[in-house]
């Protein structure tokens, strides 16, 4: 073939790629943009939701990890360690029609339209699960159904059929995910008049924007990049193009609800799973791009350009190592500065070794440079080392012939640095403080901070100069305090409602100073971790203890929490080198959790706190807190989750028998069994009337342990 013919088919592959990539980008865009796709917030009004990903707490709607609008449905997703969220939608006082559609790609959705078990209902495409008065399972051609009242009361019809159903009371209507990842289409709901009171559809809301686009421009530079590939090096680059081509195809495959999988078993607590997924669309390109680069004429390496070098190429390599050691160095100590420039000079060991021309190589060396002027230490220097792998890979027919024994012991030198330098950039982030041994066994929330008190609240009254101070601190999770399910206002809880009770109670010459260190997710066995550190904030003459949830519910390890404190106790002690190497390596903790996460087995999750634990925590509290008293009070939760905290509540009853400065409050006694759901929020968050009610029994009990009976 002549000269000329080699150059037309050099031309020819790069722009018939580029043509090719880009109409194949827009095809798999539309079927795959959605999984990049920014979600918007669920933000219709009455709408909450409840996620244990935002702190066990109702907060206002946001675009949650597991909960959002996308692709045209309201998306409810499972986690990895807790359970679903909730979306929780107020209904009007008297409700006579639900109507409920699943897009065909929905998960399980469980739908409750009531309280307890009865009231249950479970749809996925094919199939409706219901649960009065036992389990029935029934065939599902239609993703529609409806829950109708007439004169007989409540049914659920579809598909020309119609189900009795309990004695509902739907002032509140509950949806989560059962399995998979439920998408809601379209929700509406009829008032007693008939009057359409909901419609909400989301089948035209959170669809890709420009996905199209993104699809051409990615897909053009993936073509052109292989195009380049072929034209440089025919069928023996084939095989190597496959596999990067493949890498990207892989990542498009990854569902939302995997992404979201892998952010949460990678403990990426500052991730989104759609950032993760466009993040990681853009790493799985580097490989083919870097590969089309190298095959540009005139980047790799040749006999002919090692005698092209110039002194320029010195000067411009030098200035920007000196940027890049000042601006990519910044931060760093001595002995980090100092790797960052063994790893600046290492292409100087060709001259070391065997006196090869550098200044070629330098011109190729800029984009290094420049990767690590631009994004810093730690990626910086990631990118910089995968390029010059590229121009190692593709100059290296040239350099072995003319320089082997450097050249292997730089590729030696260079693979070595590959997991250090992931490694650094691992502690470049937020990484450094989560893939740690601490960090992974933290989770998401729990135990989080286990080493901190958090003071949400404080107030008092009484004179200054008052020659009786008493002090009264409480402390639970989020039922307590430090949530979001009333804003900013914290004298909604019951320990202000409580305050504001024994202040107008107060003796004279008495002043009262009240400490509120509830906060999302807090456990009796990190309350009792942390009591030392409480006492020296609070010097409390009562603590109050609101608690039984997040001890019992919390359910996402194969070991309690006990037991895992022994486990870093443990290791903490241990004399094994290559162990105490491994917990300090961020890159292997990191991958180490994601691996146990992804192979544990719900079925053998236990609770953070069993009973018997929490009993050994509340008498450690006790002992701990010296003369000084214990109020203990079990959560409150729906009905329909009762049975499951009654251990719980006869635990603390038991100690308050056993043990002489604890004392228990009957709160669901106080409010009433069979009204204690209507004090609820949701399954276990006090509304602010529940918190009145709360604070209006256990205020008595307090100024009876206080010993106050004359108020001022």
Not at 68 to 92: K, N, Q
Not at 191 to 197: E, K, L, S
């Amino acid at each position: 073939m002549s000269r000329i013919g080699r150059r037309l088919r050099r031309v020819r592959w790069p722009w018939a790629g580029l043509l090719m990539g880009g109409l194949l980008g827009i095809y798999l865009a539309y079927g795959f943009a959605g999984h990049f796709t920014t979600p918007e917030p669920l933000n219709e009004s009455g709408w909450q939701l409840v996620s244990p990903m935002l702190d066990e707490t109702v907060r206002e709607p946001v675009a949650g990890r597991g909960t959002h609008v996308l692709d045209g449905a309201l998306v409810i997703t499972e986690h990895v360690f807790y359970r679903s969220d909730t979306v929780r939608i107020r209904m009007p006082v008297q409700v006579r029609a639900i109507e409920v559609e699943i897009a065909p790609d929905s998960g399980r959705l469980g739908i409750l339209a009531g309280q307890g078990p009865d009231a249950r209902v479970e749809l996925e495409p094919g199939s409706l699960t219901t649960y009065h008065p036992d389990p029935q399972h029934f065939p599902l051609a239609s993703p529609v159904v409806r829950f109708v009242q007439d004169a007989s009361g409540w049914r659920v019809e579809f598909d020309g059929k119609s189900v009795a159903m309990a004695a509902l009371s739907p002032n509140v209507l509950e949806l989560e995910t059962v399995a998979g990842r439920s998408r809601l289409r379209r929700l509406r709901v009829e008032d007693a008049t008939g009057r359409v009171v909901i419609d909400k559809d989301f089948s035209r809301e959170g669809l890709p924007s420009r996905g199209w686009l993104w699809g051409l421009l990615l897909g053009a530079v993936a073509g052109w990049a292989a195009g380049q590939r072929v034209s440089a090096s025919g069928r023996p680059g084939a095989v190597w193009l496959a596999l990067w081509l493949a890498i990207p195809i892989g990542v498009c495959a990854i569902s939302p609800a995997g992404w979201l999988q892998i952010v949460e078993t990678a403990y990426l607590t500052e991730t989104t799973a759609w950032s993760l997924a466009r993040a990681s669309l853009f790493a799985a390109m580097l490989p083919l791009l870097l590969s089309g680069v190298s095959a540009v004429p005139g980047v790799a390496l040749d006999p002919r350009a090692l005698r092209r070098g110039k002194s320029a190429d010195r000067l411009v390599w030098g200035v920007l190592a000196l940027c890049a050691v000042g601006l990519g160095g910044k931060g760093l100590g001595l002995v980090g500065i100092g790797l960052l420039v063994l790893f600046l000079a290492l292409p100087g060991w060709w001259v070391f070794r065997e006196n090869l021309p550098i200044d070629p190589w330098l011109r190729r060396d800029l984009p290094a440079l420049v990767a690590i002027i631009a994004c810093g230490w730690g990626f910086g220097v990631l990118l910089a080392l995968l390029w010059r792998w590229t121009m190692l890979m593709s100059s290296l027919s040239t350099l072995v012939r003319y320089a082997p024994r450097a050249t292997a012991e730089m590729a030696f030198v260079m693979l070595l640095a590959l997991p250090l330098t992931v490694e650094a950039t691992a502690r470049a982030t937020f990484l450094d403080q989560v893939w740690t041994p601490e960090g992974v066994q933290v989770g998401f929330v729990s135990e989080q901070g286990s080493g901190e008190v958090a003071l949400g609240w404080t107030s008092s009254c009484g004179p200054t100069t008052a020659p009786e101070v008493y002090r009264v601190a409480y402390a639970g999770g989020s039922s307590t305090g430090g949530a979001y399910q009333f804003g900013d206002d914290s004298e909604a809880f019951f320990p202000a409602q409580a305050h504001r009770l024994l202040c107008a109670a107060r003796p004279a010459g008495v002043r009262l100073e009240s400490f509120n260190f509830g906060d999302g997710d807090r456990t009796s066995f990190t309350i009792s971790r942390t009591l030392e550190q409480l006492v020296d904030v609070a010097h409390p003459d009562v603590l109050v203890l609101y608690l039984g949830v997040n001890d019992v519910f919390t359910q996402r390890h194969g070991k309690t929490s006990k037991e895992r404190e022994a486990e870093r106790a443990a290791r903490s002690g241990s004399g094994n080198l290559l162990g105490r190497v491994g917990a300090s390596s961020r890159l292997v903790v990191g991958l180490g959790a994601a691996l146990r996460s992804s192979q544990r087995d719900r079925r053998t999750y236990v609770s953070d706190v069993p009973v018997e634990d929490a009993a050994e925590n509340l008498e450690q509290i006790a002992v701990g807190l010296g003369a000084a008293s214990v109020v203990l009070m079990t959560e409150q939760v729906q009905s329909g989750n009762r049975a499951v905290l009654q251990p719980y509540d006869a635990m603390q009853r038991r100690v308050a028998d056993a043990v002489s400065n604890v004392h228990f409050v009957d709160v669901q006694a106080g409010l009433g069994k069979g009204r204690v759901d209507a004090f609820l929020a949701d399954r276990n968050h006090l509304t602010r009337e529940g918190n009145r009610e709360v604070a209006g029994l256990l205020a008595p009990e307090l100024r009876r342990l206080l010993r106050w009976t004359q108020p001022e």
